[in-house]
Protein backbone atom coordinates (compact mmCIF):
# COMPACT_ATOMS: atom_id res chain seq x y z
CA UNK A 1 0.00 0.00 0.00
CA UNK A 2 1.31 3.50 -1.03
CA UNK A 3 1.20 5.89 1.95
CA UNK A 4 -0.48 8.82 1.41
CA UNK A 5 1.00 12.26 2.42
CA UNK A 6 -0.59 15.12 4.52
CA UNK A 7 -0.08 18.52 3.20
CA UNK A 8 1.95 20.48 5.18
CA UNK A 9 -0.75 23.01 5.12
CA UNK A 10 -2.95 20.93 6.55
CA UNK A 11 -0.12 19.65 9.06
CA UNK A 12 0.36 23.75 10.02
CA UNK A 13 -3.21 24.29 10.78
CA UNK A 14 -4.22 21.19 13.16
CA UNK A 15 -0.48 22.52 14.92
CA UNK A 16 -2.59 25.75 15.29
CA UNK A 17 -5.62 24.18 16.44
CA UNK A 18 -3.80 22.00 18.86
CA UNK A 19 -2.01 25.65 20.06
CA UNK A 20 -5.12 27.51 20.25
CA UNK A 21 -7.22 25.03 21.74
CA UNK A 22 -7.92 25.31 25.53
CA UNK A 23 -6.83 22.79 27.94
CA UNK A 24 -10.25 22.00 28.93
CA UNK A 25 -11.25 21.02 32.88
CA UNK A 26 -11.33 17.64 33.75
CA UNK A 27 -15.01 16.33 33.17
CA UNK A 28 -15.84 13.65 35.75
CA UNK A 29 -18.21 16.26 37.11
CA UNK A 30 -20.07 18.33 34.65
CA UNK A 31 -22.52 20.13 36.54
CA UNK A 32 -19.86 21.55 38.80
CA UNK A 33 -18.36 23.55 36.13
CA UNK A 34 -22.23 25.72 35.20
CA UNK A 35 -21.77 26.46 39.74
CA UNK A 36 -18.13 27.46 39.16
CA UNK A 37 -19.18 29.87 36.00
CA UNK A 38 -22.06 31.16 38.33
CA UNK A 39 -19.82 31.71 41.42
CA UNK A 40 -17.60 33.53 38.46
CA UNK A 41 -20.31 35.59 37.49
CA UNK A 42 -21.58 36.46 41.10
CA UNK A 43 -17.84 37.79 42.24
CA UNK A 44 -17.11 40.13 39.01
CA UNK A 45 -21.11 41.72 39.63
CA UNK A 46 -20.61 42.18 43.44
CA UNK A 47 -16.90 44.25 42.22
CA UNK A 48 -18.62 45.87 39.36
CA UNK A 49 -21.35 47.33 41.96
CA UNK A 50 -18.21 48.28 44.29
CA UNK A 51 -16.60 49.78 42.00
CA UNK A 52 -19.11 52.03 40.45
CA UNK A 53 -20.51 52.89 43.94
CA UNK A 54 -17.11 54.58 44.81
CA UNK A 55 -16.64 52.34 47.92
CA UNK A 56 -13.59 50.62 46.82
CA UNK A 57 -11.71 53.51 46.99
CA UNK A 58 -13.10 54.78 50.24
CA UNK A 59 -15.99 57.61 48.44
CA UNK A 60 -19.59 57.50 47.92
CA UNK A 61 -21.34 58.89 44.78
CA UNK A 62 -24.86 58.53 42.74
CA UNK A 63 -24.01 56.23 40.94
CA UNK A 64 -26.35 53.67 41.73
CA UNK A 65 -29.53 53.81 44.22
CA UNK A 66 -28.44 52.29 47.59
CA UNK A 67 -31.35 49.39 47.83
CA UNK A 68 -29.89 47.96 44.41
CA UNK A 69 -25.83 48.06 46.04
CA UNK A 70 -27.50 46.45 49.42
CA UNK A 71 -29.25 43.55 47.44
CA UNK A 72 -25.99 43.25 44.97
CA UNK A 73 -23.53 42.79 48.06
CA UNK A 74 -25.87 40.53 49.26
CA UNK A 75 -24.46 37.80 47.18
CA UNK A 76 -20.96 37.67 48.58
CA UNK A 77 -21.12 33.94 49.16
CA UNK A 78 -20.26 33.22 45.36
CA UNK A 79 -16.78 32.87 46.87
CA UNK A 80 -17.48 30.54 49.55
CA UNK A 81 -18.91 28.55 46.58
CA UNK A 82 -15.56 28.97 45.04
CA UNK A 83 -13.67 27.60 48.01
CA UNK A 84 -16.06 24.31 48.74
CA UNK A 85 -15.92 23.69 44.75
CA UNK A 86 -11.28 24.23 45.34
CA UNK A 87 -11.64 21.65 48.56
CA UNK A 88 -13.86 19.42 46.48
CA UNK A 89 -11.14 19.42 43.93
CA UNK A 90 -7.85 19.48 45.64
CA UNK A 91 -10.32 16.43 47.78
CA UNK A 92 -10.56 14.46 44.76
CA UNK A 93 -7.00 14.40 43.18
CA UNK A 94 -5.85 13.46 46.35
CA UNK A 95 -8.40 10.50 47.33
CA UNK A 96 -7.86 9.02 43.59
CA UNK A 97 -4.08 9.28 44.32
CA UNK A 98 -4.35 6.71 47.83
CA UNK A 99 -6.97 4.80 46.56
CA UNK A 100 -4.73 4.24 42.79
CA UNK A 101 -1.56 4.07 44.36
CA UNK A 102 -1.93 3.35 47.79
CA UNK A 103 -0.24 6.22 48.88
CA UNK A 104 0.12 10.54 48.44
CA UNK A 105 2.89 11.09 45.54
CA UNK A 106 3.52 15.24 47.21
CA UNK A 107 6.00 15.94 45.08
CA UNK A 108 3.51 15.89 41.81
CA UNK A 109 0.85 17.27 44.13
CA UNK A 110 2.76 20.45 44.92
CA UNK A 111 3.95 20.54 41.19
CA UNK A 112 0.34 20.10 39.74
CA UNK A 113 -0.24 23.21 42.32
CA UNK A 114 2.77 25.62 41.35
CA UNK A 115 2.16 25.04 37.66
CA UNK A 116 -1.55 25.55 37.15
CA UNK A 117 -1.48 28.61 39.62
CA UNK A 118 1.75 30.31 39.64
CA UNK A 119 2.37 31.70 36.10
CA UNK A 120 -0.81 33.42 34.86
CA UNK A 121 -1.06 35.41 39.00
CA UNK A 122 2.64 36.22 38.49
CA UNK A 123 2.51 37.38 35.08
CA UNK A 124 -0.63 39.54 35.86
CA UNK A 125 1.12 40.70 39.36
CA UNK A 126 4.36 41.81 37.52
CA UNK A 127 2.13 43.42 34.35
CA UNK A 128 0.34 45.62 37.27
CA UNK A 129 3.57 46.13 39.00
CA UNK A 130 5.40 47.54 36.84
CA UNK A 131 1.92 49.74 35.10
CA UNK A 132 1.36 51.77 38.00
CA UNK A 133 3.64 54.20 40.52
CA UNK A 134 3.77 51.65 43.74
CA UNK A 135 3.39 53.38 47.08
CA UNK A 136 5.91 52.92 49.98
CA UNK A 137 4.10 50.18 51.38
CA UNK A 138 3.07 48.69 47.95
CA UNK A 139 6.80 47.79 47.37
CA UNK A 140 7.40 46.75 50.87
CA UNK A 141 4.46 44.00 50.83
CA UNK A 142 5.28 43.06 46.65
CA UNK A 143 7.62 40.30 48.08
CA UNK A 144 4.48 38.70 49.95
CA UNK A 145 2.38 39.43 47.32
CA UNK A 146 4.44 36.98 45.14
CA UNK A 147 4.85 34.30 47.97
CA UNK A 148 0.78 34.46 48.17
CA UNK A 149 0.69 35.94 51.15
CA UNK A 150 -1.85 39.04 50.65
CA UNK A 151 -4.27 38.23 53.10
CA UNK A 152 -2.00 38.44 56.01
CA UNK A 153 -0.71 42.13 55.10
CA UNK A 154 -3.14 45.24 55.14
CA UNK A 155 -5.65 45.27 52.38
CA UNK A 156 -6.30 48.75 51.43
CA UNK A 157 -5.28 49.84 47.69
CA UNK A 158 -2.43 51.95 49.14
CA UNK A 159 -0.99 48.45 50.74
CA UNK A 160 -1.04 45.68 47.74
CA UNK A 161 -1.25 45.63 44.42
CA UNK A 162 -3.96 42.94 44.14
CA UNK A 163 -5.96 43.17 46.63
CA UNK A 164 -8.61 40.36 45.34
CA UNK A 165 -5.62 37.67 45.95
CA UNK A 166 -6.07 37.71 49.47
CA UNK A 167 -8.58 34.23 48.18
CA UNK A 168 -5.27 32.86 45.64
CA UNK A 169 -3.58 33.29 48.79
CA UNK A 170 -5.65 31.42 51.65
CA UNK A 171 -5.86 28.84 49.35
CA UNK A 172 -2.54 28.37 48.51
CA UNK A 173 -1.79 28.49 52.28
CA UNK A 174 -4.48 25.98 52.57
CA UNK A 175 -3.51 23.29 50.30
CA UNK A 176 0.19 23.47 52.01
CA UNK A 177 -1.17 21.07 55.05
CA UNK A 178 -3.44 19.20 52.62
CA UNK A 179 -1.26 15.98 51.78
CA UNK A 180 -0.67 16.11 56.11
CA UNK A 181 -4.70 15.68 56.35
CA UNK A 182 -4.75 12.96 53.60
CA UNK A 183 -2.08 10.87 55.24
CA UNK A 184 -3.75 11.54 58.67
CA UNK A 185 -7.37 10.39 57.67
CA UNK A 186 -5.64 7.47 55.28
CA UNK A 187 -3.79 5.98 58.62
CA UNK A 188 -7.13 6.16 60.21
CA UNK A 189 -9.09 2.83 60.05
CA UNK A 190 -13.12 3.73 59.83
CA UNK A 191 -14.63 5.84 57.50
CA UNK A 192 -16.60 7.27 60.98
CA UNK A 193 -13.64 8.11 62.67
CA UNK A 194 -12.54 9.68 59.20
CA UNK A 195 -15.83 11.51 59.10
CA UNK A 196 -15.49 12.62 62.72
CA UNK A 197 -12.20 14.41 62.17
CA UNK A 198 -13.60 16.54 59.03
CA UNK A 199 -16.66 17.53 60.90
CA UNK A 200 -14.09 18.38 63.94
CA UNK A 201 -11.61 20.49 61.92
CA UNK A 202 -14.80 22.18 59.71
CA UNK A 203 -16.37 22.88 63.63
CA UNK A 204 -12.65 24.56 64.41
CA UNK A 205 -13.16 27.76 61.61
CA UNK A 206 -16.67 29.12 64.03
CA UNK A 207 -15.15 28.62 66.90
CA UNK A 208 -12.12 30.31 66.16
CA UNK A 209 -14.18 33.22 64.72
CA UNK A 210 -16.13 33.25 67.66
CA UNK A 211 -13.19 33.52 70.43
CA UNK A 212 -11.78 36.10 68.16
CA UNK A 213 -14.72 37.69 68.03
CA UNK A 214 -15.75 37.41 72.21
CA UNK A 215 -12.61 38.57 72.91
CA UNK A 216 -12.07 41.77 70.32
CA UNK A 217 -15.45 43.09 71.02
CA UNK A 218 -16.90 45.85 70.37
CA UNK A 219 -16.39 45.69 66.52
CA UNK A 220 -17.55 47.85 63.50
CA UNK A 221 -18.44 45.84 60.44
CA UNK A 222 -14.37 47.09 58.74
CA UNK A 223 -12.24 45.76 61.74
CA UNK A 224 -14.64 42.33 62.08
CA UNK A 225 -14.10 41.80 58.36
CA UNK A 226 -10.27 42.06 58.20
CA UNK A 227 -9.90 40.14 61.41
CA UNK A 228 -12.02 36.86 60.20
CA UNK A 229 -12.92 37.29 56.59
CA UNK A 230 -9.87 37.30 54.83
CA UNK A 231 -7.20 35.01 57.35
CA UNK A 232 -6.63 31.34 56.51
CA UNK A 233 -6.89 30.24 60.29
CA UNK A 234 -10.74 31.41 60.38
CA UNK A 235 -11.35 31.19 56.74
CA UNK A 236 -10.69 27.17 56.47
CA UNK A 237 -13.80 25.39 57.26
CA UNK A 238 -15.67 26.27 53.33
CA UNK A 239 -12.58 24.11 52.19
CA UNK A 240 -12.48 21.63 54.79
CA UNK A 241 -16.44 21.30 54.19
CA UNK A 242 -15.39 20.44 50.38
CA UNK A 243 -12.61 17.50 51.43
CA UNK A 244 -15.63 16.77 53.46
CA UNK A 245 -17.81 16.15 50.42
CA UNK A 246 -15.63 14.44 48.45
CA UNK A 247 -15.53 11.72 51.40
CA UNK A 248 -19.37 11.36 51.54
CA UNK A 249 -20.30 10.85 47.71
CA UNK A 250 -16.91 8.93 47.06
CA UNK A 251 -18.18 6.50 49.95
CA UNK A 252 -21.79 7.25 50.24
CA UNK A 253 -22.67 8.32 46.39
CA UNK A 254 -24.71 5.74 44.90
CA UNK A 255 -26.99 5.75 48.46
CA UNK A 256 -27.50 9.37 48.43
CA UNK A 257 -28.03 8.94 44.60
CA UNK A 258 -31.52 6.74 45.56
CA UNK A 259 -32.43 8.91 48.93
CA UNK A 260 -32.54 12.16 46.70
CA UNK A 261 -34.86 10.71 44.36
CA UNK A 262 -37.45 11.24 46.59
CA UNK A 263 -39.17 14.84 46.22
CA UNK A 264 -39.66 14.47 49.38
CA UNK A 265 -35.84 14.43 50.06
CA UNK A 266 -35.25 16.96 47.92
CA UNK A 267 -37.55 19.22 49.30
CA UNK A 268 -35.80 18.67 52.84
CA UNK A 269 -32.60 19.67 51.24
CA UNK A 270 -34.14 22.69 49.81
CA UNK A 271 -35.55 24.30 52.94
CA UNK A 272 -32.03 23.48 54.70
CA UNK A 273 -30.61 25.51 51.93
CA UNK A 274 -32.84 28.10 51.73
CA UNK A 275 -33.35 28.38 55.67
CA UNK A 276 -29.41 29.03 55.33
CA UNK A 277 -30.44 31.64 52.63
CA UNK A 278 -32.23 33.92 55.16
CA UNK A 279 -29.38 35.05 57.42
CA UNK A 280 -27.31 35.73 54.64
CA UNK A 281 -29.56 37.69 53.17
CA UNK A 282 -31.07 39.38 56.27
CA UNK A 283 -28.16 39.65 58.96
CA UNK A 284 -30.57 41.79 61.54
CA UNK A 285 -33.23 38.83 61.43
CA UNK A 286 -32.19 38.66 65.13
CA UNK A 287 -31.96 42.29 65.61
CA UNK A 288 -29.41 45.52 64.25
CA UNK A 289 -27.29 45.02 67.49
CA UNK A 290 -26.68 41.08 66.83
CA UNK A 291 -25.60 41.83 62.89
CA UNK A 292 -22.07 41.55 63.43
CA UNK A 293 -22.26 38.16 65.32
CA UNK A 294 -24.26 36.84 62.66
CA UNK A 295 -21.18 37.30 60.33
CA UNK A 296 -19.10 35.19 62.83
CA UNK A 297 -21.13 32.31 61.40
CA UNK A 298 -22.47 33.59 57.72
CA UNK A 299 -18.70 33.61 56.31
CA UNK A 300 -18.14 30.18 56.58
CA UNK A 301 -20.59 28.03 58.88
CA UNK A 302 -24.07 29.05 57.37
CA UNK A 303 -22.42 29.20 53.72
CA UNK A 304 -20.88 25.38 54.15
CA UNK A 305 -24.10 23.97 55.56
CA UNK A 306 -26.18 25.75 52.74
CA UNK A 307 -23.69 24.75 49.75
CA UNK A 308 -23.47 20.88 51.30
CA UNK A 309 -26.77 19.23 50.49
CA UNK A 310 -27.42 21.16 46.72
CA UNK A 311 -23.70 20.33 45.79
CA UNK A 312 -24.36 16.70 46.74
CA UNK A 313 -27.50 16.68 44.72
CA UNK A 314 -25.77 17.35 41.68
CA UNK A 315 -23.23 15.26 41.84
CA UNK A 316 -25.42 12.36 41.46
CA UNK A 317 -28.40 13.88 40.75
CA UNK A 318 -30.31 14.02 37.01
CA UNK A 319 -32.79 16.26 35.73
CA UNK A 320 -32.95 19.61 33.60
CA UNK A 321 -30.83 21.47 36.37
CA UNK A 322 -28.13 19.03 36.40
CA UNK A 323 -28.50 18.98 32.35
CA UNK A 324 -28.20 22.85 32.32
CA UNK A 325 -24.94 22.74 34.40
CA UNK A 326 -23.39 20.86 32.52
CA UNK A 327 -23.46 22.16 29.62
CA UNK A 328 -19.74 21.97 27.54
CA UNK A 329 -19.96 25.99 27.16
CA UNK A 330 -19.71 26.43 30.95
CA UNK A 331 -17.15 23.62 30.71
CA UNK A 332 -14.97 26.23 28.76
CA UNK A 333 -16.04 29.21 30.50
CA UNK A 334 -15.19 27.32 33.73
CA UNK A 335 -11.21 26.76 32.25
CA UNK A 336 -10.70 30.25 31.95
CA UNK A 337 -12.37 31.48 35.58
CA UNK A 338 -8.91 31.59 36.88
CA UNK A 339 -7.66 33.90 34.23
CA UNK A 340 -11.12 36.13 34.61
CA UNK A 341 -10.55 36.16 38.11
CA UNK A 342 -6.57 37.59 37.97
CA UNK A 343 -7.77 40.40 35.22
CA UNK A 344 -11.44 41.26 36.10
CA UNK A 345 -10.64 44.50 39.03
CA UNK A 346 -8.27 45.84 37.01
CA UNK A 347 -10.70 45.94 33.83
CA UNK A 348 -12.78 47.69 35.89
CA UNK A 349 -10.21 49.78 36.85
CA UNK A 350 -8.76 51.36 33.79
CA UNK A 351 -11.12 50.44 31.17
CA UNK A 352 -14.79 50.10 32.50
CA UNK A 353 -14.48 53.50 34.83
CA UNK A 354 -13.58 55.79 32.47
CA UNK A 355 -16.02 55.08 29.71
CA UNK A 356 -18.77 54.89 32.91
CA UNK A 357 -17.92 58.39 34.44
CA UNK A 358 -18.02 59.68 30.48
CA UNK A 359 -21.31 57.93 29.84
CA UNK A 360 -22.71 59.06 32.81
CA UNK A 361 -22.05 62.59 32.27
CA UNK A 362 -24.14 62.06 29.39
CA UNK A 363 -26.91 61.38 31.26
CA UNK A 364 -27.02 57.47 30.05
CA UNK A 365 -29.06 55.34 32.51
CA UNK A 366 -27.55 53.90 35.81
CA UNK A 367 -29.48 50.69 34.40
CA UNK A 368 -27.75 50.14 31.27
CA UNK A 369 -24.01 51.31 32.52
CA UNK A 370 -24.75 48.39 35.24
CA UNK A 371 -25.87 46.04 32.89
CA UNK A 372 -23.42 47.13 29.83
CA UNK A 373 -20.00 46.82 31.97
CA UNK A 374 -21.23 43.53 33.29
CA UNK A 375 -21.36 42.13 30.12
CA UNK A 376 -18.01 44.99 28.97
CA UNK A 377 -16.05 43.20 31.77
CA UNK A 378 -17.30 39.94 31.61
CA UNK A 379 -16.43 39.80 27.56
CA UNK A 380 -12.55 41.66 28.04
CA UNK A 381 -12.25 39.19 31.09
CA UNK A 382 -12.54 36.12 29.27
CA UNK A 383 -10.63 37.53 26.32
CA UNK A 384 -7.56 38.46 28.55
CA UNK A 385 -8.12 34.53 30.54
CA UNK A 386 -7.95 33.39 26.96
CA UNK A 387 -4.43 34.88 26.14
CA UNK A 388 -3.09 33.58 29.41
CA UNK A 389 -4.69 30.57 29.15
CA UNK A 390 -3.14 30.29 25.40
CA UNK A 391 0.64 31.81 26.40
CA UNK A 392 0.87 31.29 30.17
CA UNK A 393 -0.89 28.40 31.57
CA UNK A 394 -0.49 26.09 28.57
CA UNK A 395 3.22 25.84 28.63
CA UNK A 396 3.14 25.97 32.25
CA UNK A 397 1.20 22.71 32.30
CA UNK A 398 3.52 21.14 29.97
CA UNK A 399 6.35 21.50 31.77
CA UNK A 400 4.46 20.35 34.99
CA UNK A 401 3.80 16.72 32.87
CA UNK A 402 6.93 16.63 32.32
CA UNK A 403 8.76 16.99 35.67
CA UNK A 404 5.86 15.44 37.18
CA UNK A 405 6.47 11.76 35.76
Known amino acids: MTAVAIPATSE???????????????????ALHGLRVLAILSVVQIHVTYVLAGDFVGKRNDFLDPRFIEESYWIFFGMDLFFMLSGFLIGSILLR????????????FYLRRI?????????????????????????????????????????????????????????????????????????????AHRFALLLGIWAL????????????????????????????????????AGILLVFVHQRYGDAIKQWFKSPFHRAMVGMLS?????????????????????FVFAWGTITSIMYFGPLLMLLGGEGWIVRALSAPLFRRVATLGYGVYLVHI???????????????????????????SLL??????????????????KPSLRIRERLAR
Open 12 to 30: KASALRQFFSLELLDNRYP
Open 97 to 108: SLQVEGTQNIRR
Open 115 to 191: FRTFPSYWVVLTVLALSISLTTMQRANLLKEYLYATNFTSLVPQAVVMIWGWSLALEEQFYLTVPLLFFVLHRLRRD
Open 205 to 240: GPIIRLTIYLRGAPWGYEELQRALYFRTHTRFDTLI
Open 274 to 294: FACLWPLHNPALFGPENVLFV
Open 346 to 372: PIIYYVLMPAVRALHQQRVSMVILWSG
Open 376 to 393: AVTILSLSIAYGLHVFVE
